[in-house]
């Protein structure tokens, strides 16, 4: 647990360091005292010190001015709590400071910790998020023109006209994965700090998807454990029989995890709930209704994770007709599967296509932010002693 003797100072230069991500974190006094419960002193320091690029203990140990015996300690410690990736590589092993969202803060709920107040940290990691949505945090995450996140369809829902591709198909993309885990969620564990329970009875542990490089990461510090292809598609048919929404990254190329998200804990689809409409990228498709045989039963409109359908009574309140809030609609077909009359398809709608890879999606945000120079600069400094063996 870190123990900051004046966090308005110690934690400046790790806050400065963070909020070079795409995500950064907004500083504020909740923000300060999440920090000094994740990051000790030594942590908070070698963190703030980290290139935006992965590194190897020597070039740590240059931009820290510590030894590779002091510094590497520290880096497993890091390591071991999800503050920093460890990458091995042929006889290398690289690091990775971990963004707080989406980093530090999930991997904080994503094992049972013995070493940190829990408590306290899913109250204050709630209300960071949510306080002052439009200033705060909730800006800071959804209010870049292109998310983080994407949303994927229900394939047993797109008609027959319509082409899936493999980026858009969560069994296609954890078929091509090289490796897979299966981990606790974040959200859900966090709710039940807070004395909150899952409303659909979405399951806390064996439920959110980590795919590759991350996967590898996570099942070797602890925080998921590896699955195979056939175990990992029992998961996301798991989740549709529960009517959850699958989230991934928006990228075409190999995405590092598939969450399966519900409308009462998940903060991505909690931001969307909140106003931020955009805040998730939605699927190729969108959700359409057959009014002459709808019955206007509501159960589609329970089962939406974002509040997209509602309800309105019709010929003198008389019958119920279904309302689709066409701008919200994530087109994932969550809410297909309950509807008694089958009276509700999926259609195809022109969506833009998502970066081809994580970096480019990286550098699109930063660039939307107007925060791509030090990336930029920090790419050309690596190239630099690296080429020059310093």
Known sequence: ??????????????????????IGLFDNDKLRRI???LFSEKEAFVASRFPLEEATLPELCRQTGLTAESLLPILEQMADKGLVMDLPYNDMT???LMPGL?????FTFMKQR??????ELARLMTEYLYDDPEQGQGREFFGSKTPLTRSLTYEEHIPVSSVITSYESAREII????FGAVGMCYCRHKKEHLNDNCKKGAPTKGIC???????????????????????????????RGLHLTHITDNIRHKPSFICNCCSCCCELLGGIRQGFINGVAKAAFMVKVDQETCVGCGLCAKACNIAALGTEMIDGNKKSSLTIREDMCLGCGACIGTCPTSS???????????????????IKILKEKKRFTPFLISGIRKKIRRAFGY
């Open 1 to 22: 647990m870190g123990h900051h003797l004046d966090g308005k100072n110690t934690l400046v230069p790790l806050i400065d360091r963070l909020n070079k991500y795409p």
């Open 35 to 37: 920090l000094e419960l």
């Open 94 to 96: 690289y690091y990775l």
């Open 102 to 106: 989406i980093g530090f803060f999930e």
């Open 114 to 119: 013995a070493d940190l107040p829990v408590e």
């Open 175 to 178: 078929r091509q994965a090289d």
């Open 209 to 239: 998807i980590s795919l590759g490089t991350a996967a590898k990461f996570m099942a070797r510090r602890g925080f998921a454990e590896q699955r195979s292809t056939e175990e990992l598609l029992a998961v996301i048919d798991r989740a």
């Open 344 to 362: 509700l398809s999926l259609t195809s709608v022109v969506r833009p296509r998502p970066p081809e890879k994580k970096k480019d999606l990286f």
